[in-house]
C-alpha cells in the first residue's frame, strides 16, 4: 500500500473490501466500483508485478482454487519428480521457507498489539481452532492458562458456543484458528463474538480466512509443503514467541502462579520427581 498513488490505493481499498469476489468482475465493473480509470487498475497491476489486469485476475481465481482444494486433490497436484534428495529433506526445506518467509511478512506492531492484550490479566480469554488447528488452540491454551488467569478453552462443540458468547463483551479476546477449506462455523462464532464487542484475533493461512474481515488482528502463516496436508509449523512458531513474550511481560505474577501450581503438582504427584 506504502508504494502506491492515492488513485490506486483507492483501487486496491475497493478489492480488498469484498475479496475475493471483487476481483472477478471485468476491468470495466472494477474500476467503475473503484470511482477510477481502466488505466489506473492495468497501471496498478503491472506495478504489481504482473504484465495487466488479466494477469493479476488469473492469479487471483488461482489463489481462490487454492483455498478450495480437498487433501485428495491437493496431492494430484505436487509434483511427485523427487530426484536425488530424500523426502524428508524436501518436506524440511519447504517448512524452512515457510518460516521465513512467514517471519518476513510479520508485521511487528501487530505481535507486539497481540502480546500486550494477551498479558493484560483484566482481559478474559477465549480459544478455539478448527479440525486441524485444535491442537494450535489446545497447545497456546495450557501455557496460558499456565502463566495468567480468565482463560477459557471453547471446545469444539459449536453447541456450547453460545453459552460462552453471552458473557463475552469489550474485555473479551477470542483466538480463532483457520486455515484452508475455512470451517464456517469458526466464521459464526467470529461473527457472534464481534456483535459482543470482543476483540477477534486470528491465526490462518497465506490466503486469510474469511474471518479476517472481522478479525481486529491477523496472523498470516505460509502452510503449503508437499504433502496431501498443509503445516502448522509457522503457525506454531508465531505461538511459541507469544507465549514467551507475554510470560516476560509480566514475569513476576507469571513466575508466582507458576510456583502456586508447582506446589500443586507436587502434592498431586502429577510429575515424576527425581532424588539427588
Avoid: C
Wanted: neutral net charge; glycine residues 4%.
Amino acid at each position: 500500500m506504502t508504494t502506491l498513488t492515492r488513485a490506486e490505493k483507492q483501487l486496491a481499498s475497493s478489492l480488498l473490501s469484498n475479496y475475493p469476489l471483487s476481483g472477478m468482475a471485468s476491468i470495466t465493473d472494477i474500476a467503475e466500483a473503484a470511482s477510477v480509470s481502466t488505466p489506473t487498475v492495468i497501471r496498478t497491476a503491472r506495478k504489481l508485478g504482473f504484465d495487466g489486469f488479466s494477469g493479476l485476475q488469473k492469479a487471483m481465481k488461482a489463489e481462490v482454487y487454492a483455498t478450495l482444494e480437498d487433501p485428495i486433490k491437493k496431492h494430484d497436484a505436487l509434483s511427485h519428480d523427487a530426484g536425488d534428495e530424500h523426502f524428508i529433506n524436501q518436506f524440511a526445506d519447504a517448512v524452512a521457507l515457510n518460516i521465513r518467509n512467514t517471519l518476513a511478512r510479520l508485521d511487528i506492531e501487530t505481535f507486539d498489539e497481540v502480546a500486550t492484550l494477551l498479558s493484560n490479566p483484566k482481559k478474559h480469554i477465549y480459544l478455539t481452532g478448527g479440525r486441524i488447528t485444535r491442537s494450535l488452540a489446545d497447545y497456546l491454551f495450557n501455557h496460558l492458562q499456565i502463566s495468567r488467569p480468565n482463560v477459557t478453552h471453547l471446545g469444539t462443540s459449536a453447541n456450547i458456543w453460545p453459552q460462552h458468547v453471552v458473557d463475552m463483551n469489550k474485555d473479551s479476546v477470542v483466538l480463532l484458528f483457520d486455515i484452508r477449506r475455512y470451517e464456517t462455523d469458526l466464521a459464526k462464532l467470529a461473527r457472534l463474538a464481534d456483535d459482543q464487542g470482543a476483540s477477534v484475533v486470528l491465526f490462518t493461512d497465506q490466503w486469510g480466512s474469511p474471518i479476517s474481515d472481522i478479525a481486529t488482528h491477523r496472523f498470516d502463516a505460509l502452510v503449503e509443503v508437499p504433502s496431501p496436508w498443509d503445516s502448522s509449523v509457522s503457525i506454531m512458531i508465531i505461538v511459541e514467541a507469544l507465549i514467551a513474550s507475554i510470560q516476560e511481560k509480566d514475569w513476576k505474577k507469571s513466575k508466582q502462579r507458576m510456583e502456586k501450581l508447582e506446589t500443586m503438582f507436587g502434592k498431586t504427584k502429577l510429575f515424576r520427581r527425581f532424588s539427588s
